[in-house]
């Protein structure tokens, strides 16, 4: 069973960092993609940074690019998504999402999604 594990989320001022981990069991973790996606409050889920790990291409949403920084640790089957300069808009519930690479790169899985989803970790950031 493939299962998705979000730690890491918090409180943090404006300007703060914070870093996010996506423990993935239940598949062969070098065969996946893993991305980061978030919704905040009256808004639609989107993601904002996903990596393939077959490869290593990332894709990052023009709102974290710069800020956010997508890795992945094969070895032990976690990915994390390193967040600086938090913003309040950047608020949301980030969800952790999984799929099988098959011909799909980083960006067409941010924006399409993934079969596989973690229950999610709450980020507020206060002004």
């Known amino acids: 069973e493939v299962q998705l594990v979000e730690s890491g989320g918090g409180l943090v001022q404006a300007g703060g960092s914070l870093r996010l981990s996506c423990k993935g069991s239940?598949?062969?973790?070098?065969?996946?993609?893993i991305g980061w996606f978030r919704q905040a409050p009256g808004k639609e889920r989107e993601g904002i940074s996903c990596?393939?790990?077959?490869?290593?291409?990332?894709y990052y949403a023009d709102s974290v690019k710069g800020r956010f920084t997508i890795s992945s640790d094969n070895d032990k089957n976690v990915a994390y998504l390193q967040m600086n300069n938090l913003q309040p808009e950047d608020t949301a519930v980030y969800y952790c999402?999984?799929?099988?690479?098959?011909?799909?790169?980083?960006?067409?899985?941010?924006?399409?999604?993934?079969?596989?989803w973690g229950k999610g970790t709450l980020v507020t950031v206060s002004s």
């Open positions: 999402g999984g799929d099988i690479v098959a011909g799909w790169n980083s960006t067409q899985f941010c924006s399409n999604g993934m079969d596989y």
């Open positions: 990596i393939t790990n077959t490869d290593g291409n990332t």
């Open positions: 239940g598949f062969r973790f070098d065969d996946f993609a």
